[in-house]
Each structure stands twice: as C-alpha cells, then as structure tokens.
C-alpha cells in the first residue's frame, strides 16, 4: 500500500502531483511513440492483429457489455439512488445547463461527429449488413444507414459516458475521494487503490486520454487542413498539419491554463454557437422540409430499432463490417470513457443522479441524432436526388466530405465560402476544447485527483499530446495508435466493470428518506 498519498507531500518537480503517476505517465506515453515511431511496420502488425483477434473472439462481450451499461444506467434513473446528489445534499450545480451540456458534448463527442456526420452515413448507404448489394444507394438502403450512425453516436455511448462520470463524481463529491479513475474501487479494494492497482487503472486511463485525443488531434489537422485547401488553396501536406497541430496546441494549453470556469466553458459555448449557426445553414439553404422530415422519421425508426441493434451479433465470422464499424466505436468509446468521465463529473458537481444521468444521455443524443440527419440527410437528398457527388468524394477523400457536401448545395459563392470557413473554425475550437479537456483530465490524474493540478504539469501536457500527435502524424503512425487505444478498451472494461460493481455496493448503503444512513464507504 501506499505509504505518501497525498501530492502535496511530494516536493520539488513532483510538488503536487504523485510521481508514480508522473512518471509512469510520462514513461508510458515515450515508451509507446518510440515502438510505433521506431518500428512502424512490427507496431502495426501487432496492433492489427490485437484488433483483428479482439473483433473476431469479442464482439458478443462489445456489444452486450454496451448494452448492460445503458440498462444500469436508465435503472438507475428510475432507483430510489436517483434523489441523490453528487455533493453535500445542500450543494446546487456548478454550472447552469447550457455551459454544463456545451461542455460535456464538446469533451465528448463534438468533433467526432464533426468528421463523420456526413461520412458514415455515406458510406453505410452504399454497404451494410441490413441491406442486400442491390439494394444499396436507395432510399430504403439511406434509411438503414442512418439508423447504424445515429446508433453508433446515441444513448449506447452515453450511457457508458453516465455511469462513468457518476462514479468518478459520486465518490468524489458525496466521499470524499480523489477525482481519479482508483476512486471507483474503493467500495472493493479499500487503501489498496492507493498501491499499484490504483496506479494501473488510472495509467489506463491516461493512456487512453493522451493517445485518443492525440490520434484524434492528427486526424483532425488533416481535415483542418483540406478546409484551408479549399477555401486559401494552401498546400495539403505533412508540414501545414504539423503547423496546424502546433498552433491548436497552444491555444489548448493557454485555454486549460486559465481553468473550467474560463479557457474552457468559453470555448465549449462557442463550439455550441457556431454549432447552431450551421444547423441553421444547412437547414436553410438545404432541402429544408426534408431535412425536418427525415429528423422525426430517423428518431422514431431508431428508437424502434435500438433494442435490436444493441443486441446484434454477426452470426457470419468471416463478416468484418461490425469489427471495422461498431465494436470499433464500443472500443473507442470505451477507451474514451476515463477522459470524458473525468472531465463530465468535474464539470457535474451539485446534480442529481437522476438529473445527471437524464443530462447525459437524452440531451447529448438528440443533439447527435438531429447533427447526423441535418449534415446526413442533405448529403443523401442531393446524392440519391440531385446532382450526386458525395459518394465518390467520401470514397475518395474522406477530409473532403463536409465542403464537398457544402459545394454541392449550390449556395453560391459567398454563402459556400461563409460555410466552410465556419466549418473550419469549428474544427479548430472543437478539437481545442478536447485537447485541453484532455490535459485537465490527465493533470487531475497525476495529482490524484486535484481539480486545480499544478500550472507547470498543465503546460508539459497540453504541448506534450500536440508533440504526441505531430510526432506519429511525422511517422505515419497515427492509425497504429489509434487502434492500440481500442485494445486498451479491453482490459480498461474491467476496471469499468469493477466501478460499477463498487458504485452500486455505495449506494445500497445510502440512507433511504427517513432512515439512519447506514455505514458504507468511508467519507
């Protein structure tokens, strides 16, 4: 067990922080970039493999797990745990709804969703397991492909992203643990998650955070930069992307500097803004009546559809598009749950359960449902009934497909121009918000879970992802290390799996309304 758990005991460069997270983080993070930088073709194959052995031999566990968790999660709302609050039960929200949602949704998934909102759908259209080779680029094939995407971004995730961030801020604020990824085995481990089992949950975590939004961050330069080609005819290349990502990096670490109440809630209200401004683009320049349309149609036919799709397993082993589509997206979302759990319940403090887990899931996934058919269903209506175009730029540049999308809508120059220059930005301040989201998450880890961790580590790791990012985009590496992030899902779902298990142990032990509380988890 650990004998010197408390940060501020470390002095020198460690003041604050607890160096076995220090350094292991730092160790991991150089040890990981040198293999995949060092010897590409070795990583790669490795890590395809992994992925490849994963896909075949644990879909069944992907996608029931998934589903378990959105079953606790809408359990929980409907418990007697749901009048708890995640604080003192005096404590009110830190934050009103529109910064805690704008927060949340851009820390989660606002730029992911900003890449592929017209992408998937499009290629889902032209192949999926629900619609036979005939019946592809049709409108009955536009409906499926709308259903897996909405699928892929709604409430499975989110429930994930719920019980993650209620554990982290359950014990956090109601116990008065650390806000670290330990906390959540208390119930389970006692002292001991202050010893090595406590460390490798939270370097889990970390390696989760740094990779997944580093890989992200090198994926999302190469966007940024296809907008700039086509709007400045500026180079697409190795070196504008690495430029891109130096500049993003700065103003993701000047942002967490300033802290949640400032850089952050700013930022993620202005993504939420300029959001709306291009809903409102697409909207009204798009096929409006059926854009609207599809909006009520797709809502229904998912929720029709959700029981069903959550529950579906390939029966055909040698099928590979659930591998490459959803239990790629459980794994990423997964390998993503410590980064928005963290920062989703640092952000949460003084909600109720049930006022928290209903924000999580419902507000978040009407939004990416309404994104996904507004962006998508333009896209479909100009592909299966006008002019056509998406498709092929999808299958032939994925970067391209959102200013491909907003040319094809014949707005005339101005109004094109004004699209995807606004499109642009979001891209920036989308992937600034998760990059300095991320560097909050990973400094609240190293500090066992200070909120406010020490300003010096803030700056070392808001540079150090864009170093990270810039070093595996140099290398060609950002794929390898995108899918070693979805292999750490797996081992990482057990720490999930034990959070959960400790988190219902502490709340069986909360008081019911008029009785004495019963003894549980140490506060």
């Known amino acids: 067990m650990e004998t010197d758990v408390n940060p501020s005991n470390s002095k020198g460069i460690f003041a604050g922080v607890n160096p076995v997270m220090a350094i292991g983080s730092s160790a991991l993070a150089v040890l990981f970039v040198l293999y995949t930088v060092i010897m590409p073709e070795h990583a790669n194959s490795v890590y395809s493999a992994a992925k490849g052995y994963i896909a075949s031999n644990f879909a069944w566990y992907y996608v029931g797990l998934m589903s378990v968790f959105l079953f606790i999660a809408v359990y929980l709302v409907f418990s007697r745990y749901g009048s708890i609050r995640l604080g003192k039960d005096d404590e009110r929200p830190e934050f009103g709804f529109f910064s805690w949602f704008s927060m949340l949704f851009g820390a989660g998934i606002g730029i992911g969703i900003l890449f592929w909102s017209i992408a998937e759908p499009m290629y889902h259209l032209q192949s999926n397991p629900f619609i036979s080779p005939d019946n592809a680029l049709t409108i009955e094939a536009a409906q499926v492909a709308m259903r897996v995407s909405i699928f892929h971004w709604g409430l499975h995730g989110w429930g994930l992203f719920a019980l993650c961030g209620l554990s982290l801020a359950y014990f956090s604020y109601r116990k008065g643990l650390p806000l670290s990824i330990r906390s959540g085995l208390y119930p389970l481990l006692g002292n001991r998650i202050y010893g090595p089992i406590g460390h490798a949950a939270d370097l889990l975590a970390v390696f989760g955070t740094v ?3 580093a890989t992200s961050l090198g994926l999302g330069a190469q966007q ?23 500049v993003i990096s700065i103003i993701a670490t000047f942002s967490v500097i300033t802290g949640v109440n400032k850089g952050i809630r700013i930022l993620s209200e202005l993504n939420m803004q300029l959001t709306v401004v291009m809903l409102a683009f697409f909207i009204i320049l798009g096929p409006t009546a059926y854009v609207i349309g599809s909006f009520f149609t797709n809502l229904g036919d998912y929720m029709l559809n959700v029981t069903s799709l959550g529950l579906w397993v390939d029966p055909n082993p040698e099928h590979t598009w659930q591998g490459s589509w959803t239990i790629f997206y459980w794994g990423w979302w997964i390998a993503w749950a410590p980064f928005c759990g963290i920062f989703i319940a640092r952000i949460s403090r003084g909600r109720t359960i049930r006022e928290f887990i209903l924000g999580v899931l419902i507000a978040p996934t009407m939004l990416a449902a309404f994104w996904i058919t507004i962006f998508g269903n333009t896209a479909m209506y100009i592909e299966l009934f006008g002019q056509g175009g998406v498709v092929d730029a999808v299958n032939d540049d994925i970067t391209l ?12 120059t101005i109004l094109t121009t004004l699209g995807a220059s606004i499109c642009t930005i979001m891209l920036v301040t989308y992937f600034v918000t998760s990059a300095d989201s991320a560097t909050l998450v990973i400094c609240t880890l190293i500090s066992m879970g200070n909120p406010h961790p020490p300003m010096r580590y803030r700056i070392f790791w808001g540079m150090s992802i864009g170093l990270v990012a810039a070093v595996l985009l140099l290398a060609g590496g950002l794929g390898a290390l995108q899918t070693a992030s979805i292999i750490a899902a797996l ?3 057990i720490v999930i799996i034990a959070t959960i298990v400790g988190l219902y142990k502490a709340l069986r032990a909360e008081p019911l309304p008029g009785k004495p509380e019963v003894i549980g988890v140490a506060k």
């Open 491 to 493: 081992p990482y779902s």
């Open 211 to 213: 990779f997944g939004i």
């Open 401 to 412: 497909a959102l200013f491909k999308t907003i040319e094809l809508m014949d707005a005339g």
């Open 224 to 246: 940024m930069n296809a907008g700039l080609n086509y709007l400045f005819g500026i180079e697409v290349s190795t070196t504008t992307q690495m430029v891109l990502i130096v």
